[in-house]
């Protein structure tokens, strides 16, 4: 495993265009199989910078569609470049988030998984949310999914409730973020 001090999470920013869409590469048919592809954009050569102004406006809560908030896009970066992987943290919540989606949604590139990435990016992204003055944020995840689950808890996530969504049961879990 390699050393988790050399982590850092960055602002999505055209700067990293090769190292995202290495990324990328990496991810795309993963991402299509997963509810990501609408939050993480699946970009190329030609579409990178307009993908990338996309996640600005998002940011900046600019030209949302109406049952989006802002949300900031960072990208898990080692020292050396390479991303490892990607967190969204949405600035507040909506009745739809609320049910399913929550504050953070964050993403591992699939050859770095089980490794100890998910529980370090959402470490990142609790800190992120105090900078935001969130007191305490909303992670969701299917029940199925109990590695997700794991790393939630292991930061602190208390199980509040669980329903059902089309055919999967989606949990909910808080984190309190003390000041």
């Known amino acids: 495993m390699r050393l ?21 590469s990496e991810c795309r048919e993963d991402l299509k199989e997963t509810f990501f592809d609408s939050v993480i954009p699946i970009s190329d050569e030609e579409t990178f910078e307009n993908d990338i102004n996309k996640l600005i406006n998002m940011r900046i809560g600019k030209d949302l569609p109406d049952t ?5 896009t960072y ?18 919540l909506n009745e739809r988030l609320r049910f399913r989606g929550g504050h953070i949604a964050y993403y591992i590139r699939p050859s770095e998984r089980n490794k100890g990435y998910g529980n370090q990016i959402l470490s990142l992204a609790l800190e992120r949310c105090r900078d935001l003055n969130l007191q305490r944020v909303l992670l969701t995840c299917r029940k199925d999914n109990i590695p ?15 329903d059902i969504d089309n055919t999967q049961v989606i949990q909910r879990y808080w984190i309190e973020l003390p000041e």
Do not use: A, T
């Not at 790393?151 to 602190?156: D, E, R, S, T």
């Open 148 to 162: 997700s689950s794991r790393i939630i808890k292991n930061n602190g996530g208390q199980f509040d409730s669980e």
């Open 75 to 92: 990208w898990l970066l080692e020292n050396g470049g390479r991303i490892i992987g990607v967190v969204i943290i949405r600035h507040k």
């Open 68 to 72: 989006w908030v802002p949300q900031s």
């Open 4 to 24: 988790m001090s050399n982590l850092r999470l960055v602002l999505s920013d055209v700067k990293y265009k090769n190292e995202y869409l290495d990324f990328i």
